[in-house]
């Protein structure tokens, strides 16, 4: 059974910390992965895809770890705007499925 | 303009009733998906449709069957509503199967 796990929070971290979440897949035919953001009452929005080889975009670093199954993100110098759901995905090779974890809460206080 | 949009945002209905949701993507997108988010806000595919062809079909009552009349559109009707239906139903497109998904605002169910 394709799962993927994420740790639901929540996460409540001071404006200008740096925050990481993990998602961990089982499936180790997963050939694409996301990380999507869904505030309160809202569609998930995607934030970024992942790459082999990482990627960057501002302050969100996104890496995959293909040997122990998981992908991160990195959030640094956190604002308060960035108070929302992370939602990871993974994507098997040639499927159409998106697997969505359950989410990880992060609220970012003053 | 609105890439991905939903009708109806809000839709409360009584149990045993018949209810369709509308979706319509101007990305140019080949394909199209139905997902179902609970209460626990767990987001789980429930069809897909490339280039108006039926690709997934997960474990999903037949009450619900979903219809592609061009790849822009894609609804879903669902027969004989019972509580456990009431969710927020998003609906989403990419380019293809294989690229990244984009979804609409969603139509939150309430059966009662």
């Known amino acids: 059974r394709k799962e993927v796990e994420q740790d639901p929070g929540p996460f409540n971290v001071p404006e200008g910390a740096t925050v990481a979440f993990n998602c961990t897949y089982s499936?180790?035919?997963?050939?694409?992965f996301f990380w999507y953001r869904q505030d309160c009452r809202k569609e998930p929005k995607l934030l970024m895809s992942?790459?082999?080889s990482g990627n960057e975009d501002g302050r969100f670093t996104a890496q995959l770890n293909r040997a122990s199954q998981y992908i991160s993100l990195l959030i640094r110098d956190s604002k308060l705007s960035d108070s929302a759901t992370y939602l990871c995905a993974e994507q098997g090779a040639g499927s159409y499925q998106l697997t969505f974890g359950k989410g990880t809460k992060l609220s970012v206080i003053p | 303009d609105t890439a991905v949009s939903q009708t109806p945002k809000y839709l409360v209905t009584q149990m045993g009733n018949d209810k369709s949701i509308k979706c319509e993507q101007n990305l140019g997108h080949d394909t199209m998906y139905w997902y179902k988010q609970d209460s626990k806000k767990f987001l789980k595919i429930m069809f897909s449709?490339?280039?108006?062809?039926?690709?997934i079909n997960e474990t999903v009552p037949n009450r619900f069957s979903p219809k592609s009349p061009d790849k822009a559109h894609l609804n879903l009707h669902i027969n004989s509503l019972e509580l456990g239906d009431s969710a927020v139903y998003f609906c989403a497109s990419s380019q293809n199967g294989l690229a990244e998904q984009y979804f609409g605002p969603g139509t939150r169910l309430t059966v009662t």
């Open positions: 449709y490339n280039n108006k062809e039926l690709i």
């Open positions: 992942v790459y082999s």
């Open positions: 499936n180790s035919a997963s050939q694409s």
